[in-house]
């Protein structure tokens, strides 16, 4: 569903990523993980059209999306949770959600229009506490509310495949254990994932395949069974 | 009679000018970090063309004030997309942080240039819409147009306000405005967002300029002191506050007519720069302003 090959990206003459290579088949999830500063954001921005790549493909379904510009990108199905959640904090958590509907309720139909009031209502039943508070501002809400909004503005678009940028950081250990549960019932449910994660020892319990990553490069990649025995990942990044 | 309110009642007024092109530095600054220094010319041109229209200057009139005021805000609203494509994208492109400054500067200066040689350096008188004998209010006379002006203000933002909160792409400008890159990710163009918003404050400043013509006198330089009024105007009541663009507006024309009058006329400008001065040392962001956060 999603491949990426030889992608190098960077900000300003710094180059970060050199060269990362990976795939997210149909239905699956991926998980990306690595020591703080190693890239991860970084792909996932450079796949989303946040920043230009300076080299290497990105391929959503077959179709080329290197290098469009962020709006494109969406359009063409892929959601991205950034780091830090991004939501528009002076917005209702309604505004926030329809905003994340956007491409499909612009004129033109950029994406198909699809149940969005099926969809809105899934988004709520899927995180109870936003219908609670969906006539609030999303600024007024606690951090594991806005990690939750976030989650559900990347649901609404309806896409093809999900980028999650550490969704459980900052979280109390309950609310990390919500979000994974969430995750699980994505997952379920049949959505493409690729999920970033500081938590290795979670998200290779959620995952089908991982890719680790050092110093912008991808060091190591299996499923997630043979990441989690392996000694190098237990040591570095599974505390064992 | 009572002096006072006569002088806070057309101070009122011209605040409300000042406020609304204030507006229009607001929306461009929201959404991409620049402004078109040429407001000022913006406003020119949308009475000029406002006069060309419902005047006699160029053979009308054409059409009378009510029927001209909206093809005088397309015509604004085209003048911004012109600004955002000549002026700001080019220089936005290069991640140059200060050459929209010089080129909205310039872009000014020529469209002020050309306005001179289409209309002439004089100023020329514009036919009021409502009647120009004052009435009474509250011990005052007061023009109808004054009331007029903010009236027509105070519907446009009220519009503006009503667009943000109630359409989808208002709510893209707004999403737009907060986190860019976010906004992005959600499939809004934020490109277009941007030129909507240079193309929406150029309206505002045409607006201005069809509102307060009636009442002061138009010509090709009109607009230069009111678009530096209400830039500091702008950065009194905060650049990210449509609140304080009123109340900013409001100190600033009433403090300019009653300096005006219980001074020199002389002087009536002078006490909307000594605040400007005052702002920036004490609330560099404004009366009402949020601090800008950086965002890549
Ligand atoms: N906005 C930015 N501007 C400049 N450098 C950045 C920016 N974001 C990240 N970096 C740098 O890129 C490298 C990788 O960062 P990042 O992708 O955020 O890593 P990770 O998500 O794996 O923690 C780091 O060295 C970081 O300092
Ligand atoms: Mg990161």
Redesign the interface.
């Known amino acids: 569903m999603l491949e990426i090959e030889g992608l190098e990206a960077g900000y300003g003459p710094v180059r970060v990523l050199h060269g990362i290579s990976l795939k997210v088949p149909k239905g699956r999830v991926v998980t990306l993980i690595g020591a703080n500063g190693a890239g991860k954001s970084t792909t996932l921005r450079a796949v989303s059209g946040m920043i230009q790549p300076t080299a290497g493909q990105v391929r959503l379904a077959g179709k080329n999306i290197t290098g469009l510009p962020a709006h494109r990108v969406a359009q063409a199905g892929l959601a991205h949770s950034p780091e830090g959640r991004r939501i528009f904090p002076n917005q209702s958590v309604r505004d926030n959600l329809i905003l994340g509907a956007y491409t499909r309720l612009t004129f033109g139909h950029s994406r198909p229009r699809g149940d969005i009031s099926g969809d809105f209502e899934r988004a709520l039943d899927l995180f109870p506490r936003l219908r609670e508070r969906q006539y609030q501002l999303a600024g007024t809400l606690s951090g594991g509310e806005q990690q939750m909004l976030a989650m559900a503005r990347a649901l609404m678009l309806n896409p093809d495949v999900l980028l999650l940028d550490e969704p459980s950081l900052g979280l109390a250990p309950v609310l990390v254990e919500e979000v994974f549960h969430i995750i699980r019932r994505l997952k379920s449910e049949g959505i493409t994932m690729l999920l970033v994660e500081q938590f290795a020892h979670a998200a290779l319990a959620v995952a089908d395949y991982g890719f680790v990553m050092e110093n912008g490069r991808i060091v190591l990649e299996g499923s997630a069974t043979e990441l989690q025995r392996d000694e190098q990942v237990k040591s570095a990044y599974l505390g064992h | 009679m009572n002096i006072l309110t006569q002088l806070v009642l057309s101070g009122m007024a011209l605040g409300m000018i000042y406020a609304v092109i204030a507006f229009g530095y607001q929306s461009t600054f929201a959404t991409s970090g620049t402004l078109n220094f040429g407001q000022g010319e913006a406003l020119m041109l949308g009475a000029m063309t406002g006069l060309s229209l419902t005047g006699e200057i160029m053979g009308g009139p054409y059409l009378n004030y009510w029927l001209m005021v909206p093809v005088v805000l397309v015509i604004g609203s085209l003048q911004g997309l012109v600004v955002e494509f000549l002026a700001v994208r080019p220089a936005l492109r290069i991640h140059s942080e200060f050459g929209w400054i010089m080129s909205t500067i310039a872009l000014g200066i020529i469209f002020r240039n050309v306005a001179e040689n289409v209309w002439g350096r004089d100023d020329v008188p514009f036919p009021s819409p409502l009647p120009t004998t004052p009435v009474h209010i509250l011990g005052a006379n007061i023009l109808p147009m004054e009331l007029g002006v903010m009236v027509g203000a105070l519907l446009l933002m009220g519009l503006m306000e009503l667009f943000n909160r109630r359409t989808?792409y208002g709510?893209?400008v707004?999403?737009t405005s907060?986190?860019r890159?976010?906004?992005?990710?959600?499939?809004?163009?934020?490109?277009a967002v941007i030129a909507f918003s240079y193309a929406l404050s150029s309206l505002t400043a045409a607006f201005a300029g069809v509102l307060i013509a009636p009442i002061t006198l138009t010509g090709a330089s009109m607009g230069s002191v009111l678009g530096l009024k209400a830039f500091a105007v702008a950065i009194i009541g905060g650049l990210t506050s449509g609140m304080g663009a009123v109340v900013g507006g409001l100190i600033l024309g009433i403090a300019e007519t009653t300096t005006g009058f219980y001074f020199s006329t002389g002087y009536k400008d002078v006490p909307g720069l000594i605040l400007l001065l005052l702002i920036l040392a004490w609330k560099p962001n404004g009366l009402f302003g949020r601090a800008a956060v950086q965002k890549?």
């Open positions: 989808l709510k893209a707004v999403a907060s986190d890159g976010a906004a992005g990710l959600m499939g809004i163009d934020t490109r890549f």
